[in-house]
């Protein structure tokens, strides 16, 4: 189940694409499963809480999906925001 998704960064372009790629990539699969998935989303500006998770500010972004460090750095493919996302929603 997918309770909640936070990105850890400045805000800047590579944190923007990240947020309305999974926004469209949940909205598919609610289309797809045809359910609802209610989550939480965060935009955490403290850019501090890279360390807590051991990474520095040239790591950023970082994309937490349930509180677990699920992507590093930039994303480029949307099929492996897509597969992290199936993974989480698979006790759903």
């Known amino acids: 189940m997918i309770r909640n998704i936070e990105i850890i960064c400045r805000p800047c372009h590579k944190c ?4 309305e790629r999974i926004h469209t990539i949940i909205h598919y699969m609610e289309l ?11 935009l955490n ?3 501090k809480q ?5 990474y520095n500010l040239s790591q950023l972004p ?6 677990n460090v699920a992507f ?3 994303v480029k ?3 492996l925001v897509r597969m992290k996302l199936e993974e989480a ?3 759903f």
């Open 45 to 47: 500006k403290d850019i």
């Open 72 to 74: 590093v750095g930039h």
């Open 62 to 67: 970082i994309l937490l999906i349930n509180g």
């Open 89 to 91: 929603l698979r006790d």
């Open 32 to 42: 797809q499963k045809n359910i609802k998935i209610k989550y939480e989303f965060k």
């Open 77 to 79: 493919g949307e099929n």
């Open 16 to 19: 923007q694409v990240l947020e």
């Open 50 to 54: 890279a360390d807590k998770y051991g």
